[in-house]
């Protein structure tokens, strides 16, 4: 019988705790980066440009939307500094605005009553894109890659403390996307190489739930249907793929949704709970979230073409209706539960040209707001009925907070912010 020597095995003991004490401390470093430190995002910027009284154009503005079906108060304006306005977006609390700086760019925060700056911080550097994202009392910001060094950060919408970051991975030209539910779940997608990298992070900690990568071509822009069941969906590199908003894997691809055979593969458009809506060759289609079949479909007869752009407003899906000969010639409204038709409308009719692309827009006073450089229209979501105007200057960038009643147009010099009915 053999007896164990007292001590013996010590030293592989004690090399297995120091290899549990590294890594508890390679993970807490982890953390620590992306909560604490190490973050790009979220240094001082300096004193915030201070908000004015709105002037003569703002307040002519204020009567082409009036006229025009649209009902506002300008409440403020603030000169657009550095480089520009990169991107701009609202809740019922905050306008939060995202200027292009000398070398990186600078998120600030205003009252959307007063215009009063609550803080302004260091923002990622901007390379292909601009985003910002509000959702649960966090701003989510990015600046796209830029020289593979670009970073996504969560930053509190009261105070602009960051919370957490984490770097891309794609390097320019890589497209960046970012996408929220509304509540607890932060989408980045990153595409470079054919490939597509999928991360989800809780919205207030950063923490990631999964990554998954997948072939994916770069036309195109990914969509999440959000709510139980929800998914991400993506052009792949052929067909539509959908990701488990849970889980990150794969649901569902579907080659050609109502093409007809079309050689041509579809792309995401909107994603709604439930439903996701693609374009494709033929027009339009509606996806069942749950497993990708056709639920609808519109014009299969060839005389449509793919919409270039569209939104949601209530239980409709408004798409940009174009014809082989006749390009963005007006907008069609599709129940997204069932394809039936809504309204359709031509931009003749309300008498203004065709978007030249896909023009900015954003839900106000009960009202869907169209812009095309300094022309406006403005739409009963409901009913299609619209009417149109003319702005001082060109706007850039539109947003509104979710319940409407806040609207900020931005154009190459200022920032404007009006109050709308339902404020």
Known sequence: MTQQVPGRHRPAAVALILVAVMITLVV?????????????????????A????????????????????????????????????????????TVLLLDRGADGSVLRAHDPSTGVARWQRTAPGLGSTGIVLAQQGVAVVTGGARDGSGELAGLRET??????????????????????DGADTVVLVERAGGTATVTALGTADGRQRWRTEVPARGDGAP?????????????????????????????????????????????????????????TAAGAAGLSAADGTEAWSVATDGALRAPGFGWVDGDLAVLDRSTSAQPRSGLLARRLSDGTPGWQLNWADVGVAAPAGTPATAAAGGRRLVADGATVVVLDPATGAAGSG??????????????????????????????????
Do not use: I
């Open 223 to 279: 969509v999440l249907s959000p709510g139980a069941g929800g998914v991400v969906a993506l052009p792949g590199d052929t067909g539509l793929v959908a990701l488990d908003l849970a889980t990150g894997a794969e649901r569902w691809r579907t080659p050609s949704p109502g093409s007809s055979g079309s050689p041509e593969d579809p792309r995401p458009l909107l994603g709604v709970p439930g439903r996701v809506v693609a374009a």
């Open 390 to 423: 003319r702005l001082p200057g060109a706007v850039d960038a539109l947003a509104a907070d979710p319940a409407g009643g806040v609207l900020v147009t931005a154009t190459a010099e200022r920032v404007t912010v009006y109050t709308a009915p339902g404020r």
């Open 28 to 48: 807490g470093a982890a953390v620590a980066y992306r909560t604490l430190g190490g973050c790009a995002s979220g240094g001082d910027a300096g004193p915030a």
């Open 50 to 93: 201070p908000a004015g009284p709105p002037g003569d154009a703002d307040r002519t503005a204020a009567a082409a939307l009036t006229t025009a079906g649209l009902p506002v108060t300008p409440a403020w304006s603030v000169a657009v500094t550095g480089r520009g306005l990169a991107a701009a977006a609202a809740t019922g609390d």
């Open 159 to 180: 105070d602009g403390q960051v919370l957490w970051c984490a770097g891309l991975s794609a390097g320019a030209p890589g497209l960046v996307d970012v996408l929220g």
